[in-house]
């Protein structure tokens, strides 16, 4: 059952996995607002006990970002964190992990201040490149997690290259792809053991609904996360499953739109004469240019970008009209994040500065509104 794998992904997001009602033929999928299940009889079930284990709602959830991954089994969270913690949750005391140093700040406060007092080992290194990582890796090394792009510097990562290196020593490559989504990046297929999303963004698209994924093909490491899952039950309610749903049904036409937004914004930006840097992955003198044209379809629409003068941020936030100042990234709405006191204040100075998280550094992610009214609220901002 479920719809064909062979669909293009642009009909696999609005028709789901059973897209629709099999007892009513309603063609929005139920919310089954249930905590319990009637058993038919004793020994007997109908495939559902109990939402903490399954709900009919996120399951279908579940069952089409496996698809769109092009994987095997799906896991939905109540938070990015909660999915991420969950992958955490199969690791050992004096396991070690390598990971991105451009990463999530949330990931890095999870790791350093949550996993690391249960024994877990972390080594941040640039994963753009390669020999880093080969020079981080220890006999105790279970895994490599990986952002690409990396936030908020924008840095891609190689995923075959990571994940053939992983293989070669028997580890998992774990991969968060917030950033692009299955409609432009699909890591299992790359290689990868694990991907993981924060629903929360792109995926849902309307930042009105939190939400996490893990997709994996391995029946073993499906099995751990089912348990961490149901034992822990960070799990995602059926309401929010169906948002999620159906904010997946427009992925394709709002990730086209915001990444041709996207695009006109970087190159406005480069020619702003009070704009230092730009760093966005679709221009064609990013250092990541080729490799994510290799493994990805897309460029997806983060933009970073560093002002020549440090006095300038605070008038850029609060001048901004259209574009909103606010934490998060991936809706329909345009959002301006100051990293450095918001998405990464966990991350230590040291570590921001080698980075390039800089007080000059501003992230944009790019909605769908017209783009010229885009470009004139920031040169407003600017001026
Ligand atoms: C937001 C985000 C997370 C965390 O997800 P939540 O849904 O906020 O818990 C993890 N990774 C990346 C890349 C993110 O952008």
Do not use: C
Request: proline share 3%.
């Amino acid at each position: 059952m479920g719809i064909s794998k062979q669909l293009k992904l642009e009909t696999k997001v609005v028709h789901g996995y059973k897209g629709y009602d099999q007892y009513t033929g309603a063609v929005s999928f139920p919310i089954y607002q249930s905590a319990t299940f009637k058993h038919p009889g004793l020994n007997q079930t109908t495939g559902y006990d109990y939402s903490r284990v399954q709900n009919p709602t996120r399951e279908e959830l579940e069952n089409t970002i496996a698809n769109l991954e092009n994987g095997k089994h799906g896991f939905a969270f109540s938070s990015g964190m909660a999915a991420i913690s969950t992958v955490l949750s199969l690791f050992e005391p004096g396991q070690h992990i390598i990971v991105s140093d451009d990463l999530y700040g949330g990931t890095y406060r999870l790791f350093e201040e949550i996993y690391r007092r249960y024994g877990i080992e972390f080594t941040y290194v640039d994963t753009s490149r390669i020999h880093e990582v080969e020079q981080a890796l220890r006999n105790t090394t279970t895994a490599i997690f990986i952002e690409t792009p990396s936030n908020p510097m924008m840095k891609v990562t190689d995923i075959a290259l990571t994940a053939a290196l992983a293989k070669s020593r028997k580890i998992l490559t774990i991969v968060d792809n917030t950033f692009l989504t299955p409609y432009f990046q699909r890591p299992l297929e790359l290689g990868a053991d694990i991907v993981i999303h924060s629903g929360t963004k792109y995926l849902g698209g309307h930042n009105d609904t939190l939400a996490g994924f893990i997709v994996v093909n391995d029946d073993d490491i499906a099995e751990r996360i089912k348990l961490i899952q149901k034992s822990e039950g960070a799990v995602l309610a059926p309401f929010d499953s169906w948002l999620i749903l159906r904010g997946i049904k427009t992925l394709a036409v709002r990730l086209e739109k915001q990444q041709e937004n996207a695009l006109t914004i970087a190159k406005w930006l480069q020619n702003h004469k009070k704009v230092e840097k730009v760093y966005y992955v679709g221009l064609s003198d990013h250092e990541g240019y080729e490799i994510s044209r290799r493994q990805a379809s897309g460029f997806g629409a983060m933009i970073s970008f560093s002002v020549k003068d440090t006095a300038l941020v605070e008038q850029v936030l609060k001048r901004v009209q259209v574009i909103m100042f606010a934490e998060s990234l991936g809706g329909v709405e345009s959002l301006i994040t100051y990293p450095i006191v918001q998405t990464h204040s966990a991350i230590p100075e040291e570590m921001r500065r080698r980075i390039g998280v800089t007080d000059k550094l501003l992230r944009l992610s790019v909605g769908i509104e017209a783009v010229e009214d885009l470009i004139s609220d920031l040169e407003q901002a600017l001026d």
